[in-house]
């Protein structure tokens, strides 16, 4: 029987509060077994972007990266926030290792072509080419990864990669090994049909409810790319994936208990 892995994604507006920040890793600490975390910070780029004076352009949630942003990127993403994360996670006697995708090779990525729309340095990951075995060995020993929002080329250069894009391709690639459950959390209570009203959430979503859900202008920007790497995780032979806020984890990690939008097959 495989063992269980925990990989989560932890963003949005979690990351940007310290008390919500440490509330969560402080959660996300007492889960019992391997676990992995995957952070963005977007919201942190965008701003210490604007103190330099360099624009910021979203497209459907996804950063538009030229040579200026990238610097900025690795500089929060694979310095700030990602070192910052695994010093809380020391406090709380959680043996957390950081990575990006350029350590050890963790995850290779090509440069996305340009086509109508050019992302500059963004970089969509190959699929197949994480190798499973090399963070099956973090895991064995005891660590717990964590990674920030950045592959690698190959060839030198660091690609801005969207979190949630990478935590559904490290939770697909660990899914030979472990049982592997991905968690998505951020700060509403899950998929909502109403972003105004927390309790207008979905507990239960198909592709198709989804798809309707998209095309009738419910579900919009940066929640797109969230649910489009969910639904590929699932389809692909991950567990189980749940949406959820941040500080449901505990609940339902430690606590067995429900919360959150699952994503159901049809």
């Not at 004076?53 to 979203?58: K, R, V, Y």
């Not at 895991?139 to 935590?167: E, M, Q, R, W, Y």
């Amino acid at each position: 029987m495989k063992q269980t892995l925990n990989l989560i994604k932890i963003g949005g507006n979690i990351i940007d509060d310290e008390t919500k920040l440490n509330r969560f890793l402080k959660d996300f600490a007492q889960i019992p077994g391997p676990k992995i975390l995957i952070h963005g910070g977007g919201k942190t780029v965008t701003q210490i972007s604007g103190n330099l004076g360099l624009e910021t352009t979203m497209v459907n949630g996804l950063r538009i990266t030229d040579a200026e942003t990238l610097r900025v990127v690795t500089m929060v993403y694979g310095g700030l926030i990602n070192k910052t994360i695994v010093a809380k996670l020391q406090a709380e006697d959680c043996n957390a290792i950081g990575f990006t995708g350029a350590d050890a090779n963790l995850i290779p990525a090509a440069k996305r072509a340009a086509g109508k729309l050019d992302f500059g340095y963004a970089g969509d990951i190959i699929p197949g080419v994480i190798r499973g075995e090399k963070i099956a060995f973090f895991l064995d020993n005891c660590f717990v990864p964590v990674f920030a929002p950045l592959t690698h080329d190959k060839a030198g250069s660091l690609l801005n990669t969207n979190a949630d894009t990478i935590a559904s391709a490290l939770a697909i690639a660990l899914s030979g090994q472990y049982e592997t459950k991905l968690y998505y959390c951020f700060e509403k209570n899950g998929v909502l049909t109403d972003l105004e009203n927390e309790d207008s959430i979905i507990e239960e979503l198909t592709l198709e409810k989804y798809r309707s859900l998209k095309h009738e202008g419910l579900i919009a920007k940066g929640m797109l790319p969230k649910l489009d790497n969910a639904f590929k995780a699932l389809v692909a032979g991950v567990n189980s994936v749940v949406i959820c806020h941040a500080d449901a984890i505990g609940k339902m990690l430690i606590q067995d208990k429900k919360a959150g939008t699952e994503l159901v097959k049809e």
